[in-house]
């Protein structure tokens, strides 16, 4: 599943099936090697998923995609229509009205033109929108003020069930010594540039630090500008293409989450940060931004801290906090963390399919 809204469908899509709701999964098919689609479907056998072959001309997949959606949907036999995804919202502003829920996890949101039209008819055709984050809703309701929306909730999004420590301890702390990670995509959104930007200040304090960053690196060549330009070579190691395990791995070998997101100008916003929970799930306290959907992750004070993303005294003195208090912090994150998994969730959406 490629990116955190084809993880959250996914992953709600398994919850509900073990709650013996019958699941069909209409999605993109895409397969990096032959045979790897056939192989996730037979490890599925739980849901029934339909895959939609990614064409050279786009808008070919588009069109199978509306045209097994229309199928799906004029069945009327369902509990409930679950649209996720930009392209998903799109589609429930034209398909036959069923009880419908639409998920928002906030990059949609801005758009213009046919896209904001098409939009804006699958919100209002929505019997319940969800919200992955109090800030993403509030981002909802501003720039869509005039479109009444009947019903709407926040459900943060979850994490899975299986992602545990594993009894494997974290690496002993060294006071002068933290290694800081990030995962996600390397982009102006998820904070990797401000962390750098920070990294200077830091190396006053801790003159040892590590800075770890996972992902797809899509503006990994702008980010090393950069890290030339204060000479942090030494300070950041960046990771591409590994396995969950050798994520999992690399996370317990690390000390503190950073996810410093900006809210970029064209409208694009971190709409909650499954990341951050994932890696306080195995003890790790993180800082993220004040201003953003991490807020709703990562509870100030207890599981990690809060900052202005801009200001590097207070991510610094954010940092000190919690390296002064580590234990707690790191035993708070997985308390939080534990709460946050799906099985939990799933409960929060079982009420609104069973409230339709």
């Not at 029934?48 to 001309?57: A, H, L, M, N, S």
């Not at 800030?135 to 545990?164: C, H, M, P």
């Not at 010594?177 to 998820?190: A, F, M």
């Not at 190396?203 to 500008?225: A, D, Q, S």
Request: charged share 25%; glycine share 6%; aromatic share 8%.
């Amino acid at each position: 599943m490629p990116g955190g809204i084809g993880n959250h469908a996914f992953l709600l899509a398994k919850e509900l099936a073990v709650l013996n709701y019958r699941v069909t999964v209409l999605t993109e098919q895409r397969e990096e090697s032959p045979g790897e689609w056939k192989k996730f479907v037979r490890s599925n056998e739980d849901l029934t998923i339909i895959g939609v072959k990614r064409q050279f001309i786009r808008f070919i997949t588009y069109f199978q995609r509306i045209l097994n959606t229309y199928k799906l949907t004029r069945q009327r036999r369902w509990h409930a229509v679950i649209y996720s995804g930009k392209f998903s919202v799109w589609l429930n502003g034209i398909m036959p009205r069923t009880k419908s829920i639409v998920v928002i996890h906030g990059s949609e949101i801005r758009q213009v033109g046919l896209s904001r039209i098409l939009f804006s008819l699958g919100l209002k055709n929505a019997s319940h929108v969800v919200c992955v984050s109090d800030f993403t809703r509030k981002q909802l309701t501003v720039q869509y003020a005039n479109l009444k929306i009947e019903t709407i909730s926040t459900i943060n999004n979850g994490i899975r069930n299986d992602w545990i420590a594993e009894k494997i301890e974290p690496t002993c702390l060294k006071v002068d010594d933290p290694r800081l990670i990030t995962v996600g995509g390397i982009h102006q959104r998820k904070g990797q540039f401000n962390v750098v930007q920070a990294l200077p200040r830091f190396l006053e304090v801790f003159p040892n630090i590590k800075y770890h960053i996972v992902g797809l690196p899509v503006e990994k060549t702008r980010l090393l500008e950069l890290i030339s330009k204060y000479q942090l070579d030494r300070h950041v190691v960046f990771h591409h293409g590994l396995t969950d395990r050798e994520v999992h791995d690399l996370l317990m070998r690390s000390h503190i989450f950073m996810i410093l997101s900006n809210h970029l100008e064209n409208g694009d916003f971190e709409g909650f940060g499954i990341a951050a929970v994932e890696a306080m799930a195995l003890g790790l306290p993180a800082i993220g931004t004040r201003n953003s959907g991490v807020a709703d992750a990562i509870q100030d004070g207890f599981s990690g801290k809060l900052v202005d993303a801009d200001n590097e005294e207070e991510v610094v003195n954010a940092l000190r906090t919690i390296l002064d208090d580590y234990a707690r912090y790191s035993a708070n994150a997985k308390e939080a963390a534990e709460n946050a998994r799906w099985k939990h969730k799933v409960k929060d959406y079982q009420h609104l399919i069973d409230q339709l």
